[in-house]
């Protein structure tokens, strides 16, 4: 279940409120690109920043759209294991496939901590857990070994990784590793990853796609060529705090505004310009795919 390209979808604002009209539309857009499922009120869903009620508003709107469309996983994050529990039992009314969930942050416990943190999750819900890795944003890493013991839990089934140096300890590990750091996708898939859950997917899912399924036929020179000329590009989404880059690509593209919530500001004229451009690159990628995949 837990493999191709998933998109954790952006949470379009207009005059501070969210714009459920424009996610309802995002979310149907995406639900026919081909994309594996849909990740709500993640990192670049700012769901940090949102209120409870917000929260809830995402989730309903995503959820009503999809209706078993796809799978939809409901991100879970902070400081406090507690909170978390708290938090899972209050998304457990919607109809999602299960809950991608961070080690705590800014406490920073050892490994024996984050093994019990997750342990209380697992017991929280009978709904899929997935590990979410990210160490820049926790200030603490899940050691693949811990990883290993988790796996023995029934529903933990896999881990969004974005710490690249874990990639090749994580592909022996009994569950599906995706990819959460989309310029290391490639890395991911050599490595043993099932694919990826990727913001870039916003704009170019089409072709991060195409690249696991030419590395699934054994064509990995060709989808790693193709990845070399994307790769400019997504670094260039994330040359500004994420999601602002992507709201931004998307806003050129007139389907949401380019509102991010404060203390994340919008991108400035310039990166804006090379936005544009990006748009460009991707365009022409597009249309020479069929010859560098021929």
């Given at each position: 279940m837990y493999s191709g390209v998933w998109l954790p979808l952006v949470t379009p604002f207009r005059r501070g409120k969210v714009d459920v009209a424009a996610l309802q539309a995002l979310t149907d857009h995406y639900a026919r690109s081909g994309i594996a499922g849909f990740v709500a009120l993640g990192t670049t869903g700012e769901a940090a920043?949102?209120?409870?009620?917000?929260?809830?508003t995402v989730l309903q709107a995503i959820t009503d759209v999809v209706a078993q469309r796809l799978p939809v996983l409901a991100g879970v994050g902070g400081i406090n294991t507690r909170d978390f529990v708290r938090e899972?039992?209050?998304?457990?009314?919607?109809?999602?496939?299960?809950?991608?969930?961070s080690a705590p942050a800014y406490v920073c416990p050892g490994q024996a901590g984050i093994e019990w943190h997750f342990q209380q999750i697992a017991r929280a819900t009978h709904r899929h857990i997935v590990l979410y890795d990210v160490p820049h944003r926790t200030g603490v890493a899940i050691d693949p070994d811990t990883v290993r013991r988790l796996a023995e839990l029934d529903n933990v089934v896999a881990i969004k990784a974005c710490a690249s140096q874990h990639f090749s300890a994580l592909g022996d590990v009994p569950v599906d590793m995706l990819c959460g750091t989309d310029e290391?996708?490639?890395e991911c898939l050599v490595a043993g990853g099932r694919g990826g859950i990727l913001a870039s997917a916003h704009v170019c899912a089409d072709l991060l796609i195409e690249v696991q399924t030419l590395m699934e036929a054994g064509k990995a020179?060709?989808?790693?060529?193709?990845?070399?000329?994307?790769?400019?590009v997504l670094k260039l989404l994330f040359?500004?705090?994420?999601?602002?880059?992507?709201?931004?690509?998307?806003?050129?593209?007139?389907?949401?505004?380019?509102?991010?919530?404060?203390?994340?500001?919008?991108v400035h004229?310039?990166?804006?310009?090379r936005l544009v451009q990006a748009r460009e690159v991707l365009q022409a990628l597009r249309a020479e795919l069929p010859m560098a995949i021929a």
């Open positions: 920043l949102l209120s409870d009620l917000e929260r809830a899972i039992e209050r998304l457990e009314r919607w109809d999602v496939s299960g809950f991608l969930v290391a996708f490639t020179a060709t989808a790693c060529r193709i990845f070399a000329q994307l790769r400019p040359a500004a705090p994420n999601p602002s880059a992507i709201k931004a690509m998307l806003a050129l593209e007139g389907r949401i505004t380019p509102e991010a919530r404060m203390p994340i500001t919008p004229d310039e990166l804006r310009e």
